[in-house]
C-alpha cells in the first residue's frame, strides 16, 4: 500500500525540542518531494517547508525558516520535522504530503499532533 | 509574499451546484491545485493543475483558472462533500495556500 505514516502524538514543554517523523512506503522514496503542512487550531493550512530525498536540499517558507528543521533518511524512507525549542504557538497538527513537481500534494500523512503546554 | 483569497464559506442546496473561487495576481498563469479537507481526516487532492482530477476522485469535481480568479465547481452536491476546500499555488518555489472555504451543503 502507497502511504505516508507519521509518528504519534506529543505533549511537550515550551523550550523542550522534538523530531517528528514520516516513513513513506509502497512508492519510490526518492521520487517524490515531502513537505511539511500545519494547521494550528482552528486554522487553515500553511506550508512549512519541502525537502528532496535524494539530496536532502531543503526549502523552507520565510515564516518557519530558522525555527524548524527538516531532514531525511532516505535508507529508511523517512523525513522528520524538528524543532530545538518549542513555543506554544507550535501547537498545531503537522501533516506530511509528497508531491512531484508542477503537481499538487497527492499523498498525505495521518497527521501528528503536537501540544505545547507548560 | 504572493496571497490567495477565498471566500469564508459558501453554501449549497442538495444535488446543486456550488463553486469556491480562488483569487490572486495573474493566477492564471500558476498551477493551482485544490484540497478537500474534513475534521479529523488528513487533506485530499480532488483538482492539480487547474482542470485535472486524481483518480478516485468522483467528475462531479472541476477546476478551472482564467486571469486573477481559480474556481472549483462541485456539481450535483452531496451531503457527504462538506468540508474544508483549499487551493494552493507555487510561488517562487514556495507552497502558498489560500485561507480555506467551509462548504455548507443544506
Known amino acids: 500500500e502507497v502511504q505516508l505514516v507519521q509518528s504519534g502524538g506529543e505533549v511537550k514543554k515550551p523550550g523542550e525540542s522534538l523530531t517528528i517523523s514520516c516513513k513513506g512506503s509502497g512508492y519510490s522514496f526518492r521520487s517524490y518531494w515531502i513537505n511539511w503542512v500545519r494547521q494550528m487550531p482552528g486554522k487553515g493550512l500553511e506550508w512549512m517547508g519541502t525537502i528532496d530525498p535524494t539530496d536532502s536540499y531543503t526549502n523552507y517558507s520565510p515564516s518557519f525558516q530558522g525555527h524548524v528543521t527538516i531532514s531525511a533518511d532516505k535508507s529508511i524512507t523517512t523525513v522528520y520535522l524538528q524543532w530545538s525549542s518549542l513555543k506554544a504557538s507550535d501547537t498545531a497538527m503537522y501533516y506530511c504530503?509528497?508531491?512531484?513537481?508542477?503537481?499538487?500534494?497527492?499523498?498525505w500523512g495521518q497527521g501528528t499532533l503536537v501540544t505545547v503546554s507548560s | 509574499s504572493y496571497e490567495l483569497t477565498q471566500p469564508l464559506s459558501v453554501s449549497v442546496a442538495l444535488g446543486q451546484t456550488a463553486r469556491i473561487t480562488c483569487g490572486g495576481n495573474?493566477?492564471?498563469?500558476?498551477?493551482v491545485h485544490w484540497y478537500q479537507h474534513k475534521p479529523g481526516q488528513a487533506p485530499i487532492l480532488v483538482i492539480y493543475r487547474d482542470t485535472n482530477r486524481p483518480s478516485g476522485i468522483p467528475e462531479r469535481f472541476s477546476g478551472s483558472n482564467s486571469g486573477n480568479t481559480a474556481t472549483l465547481t462541485i456539481s450535483r452536491a452531496q451531503a457527504g462533500d462538506e468540508a474544508d476546500y483549499y487551493c494552493?499555488?507555487?510561488?517562487?518555489?514556495?507552497?502558498?495556500f489560500g485561507e480555506g472555504t467551509k462548504l455548507t451543503v443544506l
Open positions: 504530503a509528497r508531491r512531484l513537481p508542477t503537481a499538487g500534494f497527492d499523498l
Open positions: 495573474n493566477i492564471g498563469s500558476k498551477n
Open positions: 494552493q499555488v507555487w510561488d517562487s518555489n514556495t507552497g502558498v
